[in-house]
C-alpha cells in the first residue's frame, strides 16, 4: 500500500492493481498534463495535473465502493479504471481533442488500445483484469461504468472541487462526502437516495457557476483556440508528425514542437509571454444566424481566411470560435423521491433557470492580433450576418448595442 498526500482529500491509500498502476508510464505522463490546459494563464495558480485529478477519482470511487459494498473483482475493475480514466488525455487536456478526434476519430475515453498494450497491459492481466473491460468502465458501459463516467460520476465530484481549490474560485465546491454517501443501485441504475434533491442540486450549480468563471471564461477560450490552430498548423507543417503521436505527447512537448517549427514559433513565443490575441466579436446566442452553429471545421478556416485576407492579415491571425450550443447533462440525474426514481430536470426548479443562464452566456468569438481588432469586428459582423442593432443585447450596458459597442474590447 502506498499513502500519499493530496491537498483536496488530505491522505490518500492506493493498494492492490492500482498502486502497481501507479508507476506505469501512462500514469506518471499525467503529471505533464495541466488539468485545466491554458486556464493557468486567467488563474495562476490552476497549475495541477491530471495525474493528481486521477488519484482523487480512484479515492472517491473507493469510498463509493465501500458505501456500496462492492468487493471482489468488480471493484478492482472500478479502481484501476479510476485512476486510469484520463491516460487517453492529449496535451492541456481537452484543449486540442476536436483536433485529435477530427483526425483520429477517438475521444480522451477511447482508451481500449492504450489499456492493453505496455505496462498497464501486463499489470491489468497479473490482476486477472480485462483490459478490454476496464476500457469499458472508462467509457461510462455497464452498472459499475456509471460511477466512472455518467452524470453522477466521482470525476465531476473531484475536478469541481478540485478546481476550485487551486484556482481560488470557490463556486466549485460541493458536499461531495455526502454525495458518495448517498449513491445508490437501483436496478442497477446509478442513482442518489431519498432526500439528496439539494445535493444533486448542488453539482448544476457548481457547474453553471464555473463554466463561465474559469471553463469558459473568454481568455482561456482565446488561448485555446490559439494552441488549437497551432496544432492543427504543425500537423500541416510536420509531415513526419501523426495525429497519434500529438496525442500521445504532454504539455511540455507539445511546446517544444510548436517552439521548433516556423509555422508555429510565433504562438509558443506569444504562450510563453501571454501576448494573446483580443476579442473583435463576443457575440450573443441571439445575434448569430442559426447556420454558424453548424459549420464545420473546413468552412470555419474558409471563414477565417475571408475575414482576415479582407484585413490584409495572415490567415492564422483570424480565429472563429463558434462553440457547441449550451446543455447540461447533470440535469439527467436520478434521485429517488420516496420510491420513486426522478429525472432531476422534471423534479428541480432550479434546472429551467440555470438552462436560460447557460444560454444567455453563450458568446462566438472572433479574435485577432490587438492592432487589428475593429477593422476585423466589423468585417465578421458583416460577413457572418450577425444581427447587432435591436436584437443583439450589450454584454457592457444591459441595452441594445451598437455595432461601435459590439465591435472590440479586452
Request: overall charge negative; hydrophobic content about 40%.
Amino acid at each position: 500500500m502506498t499513502t500519499i498526500k493530496d491537498s483536496v482529500h488530505d491522505h490518500i491509500e492506493v493498494a492492490g492493481v492500482a498502486a502497481d498502476l501507479l508507476d506505469t508510464p501512462a500514469v506518471q505522463r499525467l503529471r505533464h498534463i495541466k488539468q485545466l490546459g491554458t486556464v493557468q494563464l486567467v488563474y495562476p495558480s490552476a497549475n495541477h495535473t491530471r495525474f493528481e485529478h486521477s488519484l482523487g477519482v480512484y479515492h472517491l470511487a473507493e469510498l463509493a465502493l465501500d458505501n456500496l459494498g462492492v468487493e471482489g473483482l468488480d471493484a478492482e475493475r472500478v479502481r484501476a479504471a479510476a485512476l486510469l480514466h484520463d491516460v487517453g488525455h492529449g496535451p492541456f487536456s481537452h484543449n486540442i481533442e476536436s483536433l485529435t478526434h477530427r483526425e483520429t476519430g477517438k475521444y480522451h475515453d477511447d482508451v481500449a488500445d492504450l489499456l492493453a498494450q505496455g505496462q498497464v497491459g501486463d499489470v491489468l492481466r497479473k490482476h486477472g483484469l480485462s483490459p478490454d473491460r476496464v476500457a469499458g468502465l472508462v467509457a461510462g458501459n455497464g452498472k459499475y461504468g456509471q460511477l466512472v463516467s455518467s452524470e453522477l460520476d466521482v470525476d465531476r465530484m473531484d475536478y469541481l472541487v478540485r478546481d476550485a481549490h487551486h484556482t481560488g474560485v470557490p463556486y466549485g465546491t460541493i458536499d461531495h462526502g455526502r454525495l458518495v454517501r448517498a449513491l445508490r443501485f437501483v436496478d442497477d441504475e446509478l442513482v442518489l437516495a431519498p432526500g439528496n434533491v439539494q445535493s444533486a442540486e448542488s453539482l448544476l450549480v457548481a457547474r453553471a457557476l464555473m463554466n463561465p468563471t474559469v471553463y469558459t471564461h473568454h481568455v482561456a477560450r482565446i488561448s485555446k483556440a490559439m494552441l488549437r490552430g497551432a496544432s492543427e498548423r504543425l500537423l500541416e507543417a510536420d509531415h513526419d508528425l501523426t495525429a497519434e503521436e500529438l496525442r500521445r505527447m504532454d504539455d511540455h512537448g507539445l511546446i517544444v514542437a510548436l517552439r521548433l517549427h516556423d509555422e508555429t514559433a510565433e504562438f509558443a513565443r506569444r504562450y510563453a509571454e501571454r501576448d494573446l490575441y483580443k476579442r473583435a466579436v463576443w457575440a450573443e446566442l441571439g445575434g448569430v444566424p442559426d447556420h454558424l452553429l453548424e459549420v464545420d471545421h473546413a468552412e470555419i478556416r474558409g471563414l477565417e481566411a475571408d475575414i482576415a485576407a479582407a484585413c490584409e492579415l495572415e490567415p492564422r491571425e483570424v480565429i472563429l470560435d463558434v462553440p457547441s450550443e449550451p446543455s447540461m447533462t447533470e440535469s439527467s440525474s436520478r434521485v429517488m423521491v420516496g420510491d420513486e426514481i426522478r429525472e432531476l430536470g422534471r423534479q428541480s426548479p432550479l434546472v429551467k433557470a440555470l438552462r436560460t443562464a447557460q444560454y444567455q452566456q453563450w458568446r462566438l468569438g472572433v479574435y485577432t492580433v490587438e492592432e487589428a481588432t475593429e477593422r476585423v469586428g466589423r468585417e465578421a459582423v458583416d460577413r457572418l450576418g450577425l444581427e447587432v442593432e435591436g436584437t443583439l443585447v450589450s454584454e457592457r450596458r444591459g441595452r441594445a448595442a451598437t455595432l461601435d459597442e459590439f465591435v472590440g474590447g479586452e
